[in-house]
C-alpha cells in the first residue's frame, strides 16, 4: 500500500520551474531516499507534500489526503524536520518535548511517559533541564527526530537531517531512523551523503527538478554499472545536469 | 484548547527566558512615564511681555498687574509707542505685545465698548497661541470684574473647566499611558511572529496541525496580560508621582485597555505575519505607530489640525483611547458617554486580528 502518490506533480516560481512533473509513490513503511544536487527542487518538492507549500500542478495524495484539499489533515499524519534546526533552542530539552507533545494531541500522564521514554532513549535524561541552544549538533538532530515521531505518524520527513555532523554521529542518528521504520513509520529523507543513500530500500536522484532515476541502490548500480552510490549519482547527474 | 495551554507555556517561557524583554517591558515604560510628560508639557510660564499704555490711568495699571500676576508673563518694559514694542519683538525680546488704548478707562466707566489689542509673535506658535489664549481668559476675567457682564470669552472658560489649573501633566500622562500601551501591544508582537520565522522554529508549527487561530491567540493573550500589568504599574506611577487618579472609574479604563490591547496586538500580529524579516516588520510598524501617535492628538490638539488631517484622525485607533482616557481621568466619563468609542475600538480590534489571520500562512 502506498502513502504517497505523486502525478506530474510541478511548482513553478515565475519563470523558474523549481520542480517539473515528477510521478513516484513510496510504500508504507519504506525508507525513501530523495537525492538531488543543491537546488535540484528536493526541498520544494518535500514541502509541497507536508502541505507547506501549494503545487502549480499536478495531483498528490499523501496518507490518503490531497494535498491540495486537505493540507491541515495531512499535517495530523506527518512528522517533519527541517535542514533548519527548528526546535525552540530557548526552552530546554523536556520543554521541547513536552510543547510538540501538547500539540500532536498527547496528554497529561501519556505525555509525561512519552517524554521520560524519548529522554532514556537518547540517552538525555540528565540533559532535560539544558537550554537546547546549548547541546551539541549531533544531539539536536537527534532530539528534532524523536519530536518529529512523538506522534507515531505515518510518515516522517528528514530535510537533510544530518548535515554539519561527522559519519560516525550520522550513522548514530541513522539507527534512529532504522527504529522508525521498523515501527512502521515511513520515512522520506534528502540527503546528498552517498552512504546515507545506501541506506535507504530505494532513491530517487532528481535534477533541475526532474526524477531521472528511481530504483533500489542495488539495480541503480548495476544499471550504471557503477561500484558505489557516488559514481550512480555522478553518473546521473552528469550526463543531465547543468551543476 | 488543551494545546492552547501548550502553546501559552511556552510563549510565557520564552518571554521570561528572554534577557532583554523583560527589562524593556518594564523598565521603559515606567522611565517614559517619568519623564516625557516634563518634556511634552507644553505649559508656558516666563512668556515675554512688553505692553504698550496709552491710558496711564488707575485701570490701565491694574490690568497691568493683573496680567502679570498670573505668572505666566514676565515684563519686557512698559512703552509709549506701538513701534517701540514692535522693535522689541524684532530684537527677539518680548514675545507678545499687550496695548492699551487711550480712553480705556474712561470708556470702561462709562461702561462702553472698549478694547486692548494683543499682538503676539507666531514664530513660536505654540507660544504665541497659548500666550494669546491665556492673555484673553485674564482679559475676560477683568473685564467681568470691572462690569457686570459675564465673561466675554466663554469658550475659554470651557476648555479648562476639568483642568482647572491647566496643569498639562494631568493631561499628557493619561495620553502617555495609552502611549505605552501602544508601544508594548504594537511593537512587542511586531517582532514575535517573524523572530520566529527568522529563527526558522514557524517551521515545525507550521507542518503540524495546529490551527492558525490557535497559534495566534498563544501570540495574542501573553502581550495582553502584559499590558495589563502595565497599565496598572503606570496608573500606579500616575498616581504616586502626578498625584493623579482618574475622576471616573478603573473599571471603565480596563475595560477599554482590554479591547484596545487587543486591536494593537492584532496590528503587530498582522505586521509580523507577512513581513520576512524582522526589520521590514519593525519599519512597517514604526511607520504606523509614528503616524498613529503624532495623529491622535496626544502631542497636538486634532482641532488644530487641517480639515483633511481631522478627518485622518477618524481611522486612528490611538486617538479614540486618547480621548476616552482624558474624559475619564479628567472629566469622569463614564461608559454611557462612551459607547461610541467602545463599538470604534472594538471594531478596529476585529480588523486588525482578522488582518493577522487572513496575512499567517501556515504554508
Not at chain 2, 38 to 60: K, P, Q, T, V, Y
Request: charged share 20%; hydrophobic share 45%; proline share 3%.
Amino acid at each position: 500500500m502506498n502513502v504517497i502518490e505523486t502525478d506530474c506533480l510541478s511548482k513553478q516560481f515565475g519563470n523558474f520551474t523549481a520542480v517539473d512533473r515528477i510521478s513516484f509513490t513510496v510504500a508504507r513503511g519504506e525508507i525513501f531516499g530523495f537525492l538531488g544536487a543543491n537546488g535540484a527542487g528536493k526541498t520544494t518538492a518535500m514541502r509541497m507534500l507536508c502541505g507547506l507549500s501549494v503545487p502549480s500542478s499536478g495531483r498528490a495524495v499523501v496518507a490518503g489526503c490531497d494535498i491540495y484539499r486537505e493540507q491541515e489533515r495531512i499535517k495530523r499524519h506527518i512528522g517533519y524536520m527541517s535542514q533548519k534546526f527548528s526546535l525552540y533552542n530557548d526552552l530546554t530539552v523536556r520543554e521541547n518535548i513536552r510543547l510538540f507533545g501538547g500539540i500532536y494531541g498527547l496528554r497529561g500522564r501519556q505525555l509525561a511517559d512519552k517524554a521520560e521514554e524519548l529522554l532514556r532513549l537518547l540517552g538525555l535524561e540528565s540533559e532535560r533541564h539544558t537550554l537546547v541552544r546549548s547541546l551539541p549538533l549531533g544531539w539536536k538532530q537527534k532530539l528534532a527526530f524523536s519530536v518529529a515521531v512523538i506522534h507515531e505518524p505515518e510518515i516522517v520527513f528528514l530535510d537533510e537531517p544530518t548535515g554539519g555532523v561527522d559519519p560516525a554521529t550520522r550513522r548514530r542518528f541513522w539507527e534512529l531512523i532504522y527504529e522508525a521504520a521498523a515501527r512502521g513509520i515511513t520515512v522520506f529523507v534528502t540527503t546528498h551523503y552517498m552512504d546515507e543513500a545506501e541506506y535507504c530500500n530505494r532513491v530517487s536522484i532528481m535534477v533541475d527538478g526532474r526524477i531521472e532515476a528511481l530504483d533500489k541502490p542495488s539495480a541503480l548500480k548495476s544499471a550504471f554499472g557503477a561500484a558505489d552510490m557516488n559514481e550512480v549519482f555522478l553518473a546521473v547527474t552528469r550526463g543531465k545536469g547543468s551543476e | 484548547m488543551r494545546t492552547l495551554v501548550y502553546l501559552l507555556e511556552k510563549e510565557f517561557k520564552q518571554i521570561l527566558r528572554d534577557r532583554f524583554l523583560p527589562k524593556i517591558i518594564f523598565i521603559v515604560p515606567i522611565l517614559q512615564l517619568l519623564i516625557l510628560p516634563f518634556a511634552a508639557d507644553f505649559e508656558m510660564r516666563n512668556i515675554n511681555l512688553g505692553i504698550i499704555d496709552r491710558d496711564h490711568s488707575a485701570s490701565s495699571v491694574r490690568l497691568r498687574e493683573k496680567v502679570l500676576s498670573s505668572g505666566y508673563f514676565r515684563l519686557t518694559d512698559v512703552f509709549n509707542r506701538y513701534d517701540e514694542g514692535l522693535a522689541s519683538i524684532e530684537a527677539d525680546e518680548s514675545d507678545m505685545l499687550l496695548e492699551i488704548p487711550a480712553g480705556f478707562e474712561r470708556l470702561l466707566m462709562r461702561g462702553e465698548k472698549t478694547g486692548v489689542h494683543i499682538a503676539a509673535n507666531a514664530v513660536n506658535g505654540t507660544k504665541g497661541g497659548l500666550g494669546s489664549a491665556y492673555l484673553n481668559a485674564i482679559l475676560a476675567d477683568f473685564h467681568s470684574e470691572r462690569t457686570s457682564l459675564p465673561a466675554m470669552d466663554t469658550a475659554i472658560a470651557y476648555t479648562h473647566l476639568f483642568n482647572p489649573h491647566l496643569n498639562y501633566k494631568n493631561y499628557m500622562v493619561p495620553g502617555i499611558m495609552v502611549f505605552l500601551l501602544t508601544l508594548i501591544g504594537g511593537f512587542l508582537s511586531t517582532l514575535n511572529i517573524v523572530s520566529e520565522k527568522e529563527k526558522g522554529t514557524i517551521e515545525q508549527i507550521n507542518v503540524s496541525p495546529v490551527p492558525k487561530a490557535l497559534f495566534l491567540l498563544s501570540k495574542l493573550i501573553p502581550f495582553w496580560i502584559i499590558g495589563f500589568i502595565l497599565l496598572s504599574l503606570s496608573a500606579g506611577v500616575a498616581w504616586l508621582v502626578y498625584g493623579l487618579t482618574p475622576a471616573g472609574s478603573l473599571g471603565v479604563i480596563y475595560l477599554f485597555a482590554a479591547v484596545y490591547l487587543i486591536a494593537f496586538t492584532g496590528l503587530g500580529l498582522a505586521i509580523s505575519a507577512i513581513s520576512a524579516n524582522q526589520q521590514q516588520a519593525m519599519f512597517t510598524a514604526f511607520f504606523f505607530l509614528i503616524i498613529f501617535a503624532l495623529m491622535s492628538g496626544l502631542f497636538t490638539p486634532i482641532n488644530s489640525m487641517p480639515e483633511w488631517a481631522q478627518r485622518m484622525t477618524l481611522f486612528n485607533p490611538v486617538r479614540y483611547f486618547v480621548e476616552v482616557m482624558r474624559m475619564v481621568y479628567l472629566k469622569g466619563s463614564g461608559l454611557s458617554d462612551l459607547s461610541t468609542h467602545f463599538i470604534i475600538i472594538t471594531l478596529f480590534a476585529a480588523v486588525f486580528n482578522a488582518l493577522a489571520l487572513v496575512g499567517y500562512r501556515k504554508r
